[in-house]
């Protein structure tokens, strides 16, 4: 199930990229499509976001509850 996981994570970050490529080419981008992008970006910056404040929240949790034990065992 986990490999399921990160491959959807990995596809979910490369399937802009054929769109992106076209854009480039165009002279003319319509406003929706510039607005999608913009809100997939969004979306991508408050994932990253989440995992960090996750990852901190885990960190500092394990840590102070590590200090404590060697605190209150010494």
Known sequence: MEVL???S???EVAAPLPQLFVLQRQEEVE???IRY?????GHRVFYLLNW???YALY???TKCRDILRLLGSG
């Open 31 to 33: 406003g929706i499509t």
């Open 37 to 41: 992008l913009i809100a997939l970006a």
């Open 52 to 54: 960090i404040y996750r």
């Open 9 to 11: 994570i990995y596809l």
């Open 59 to 61: 960190f500092l949790t």
């Open 5 to 7: 996981w990160a491959f």
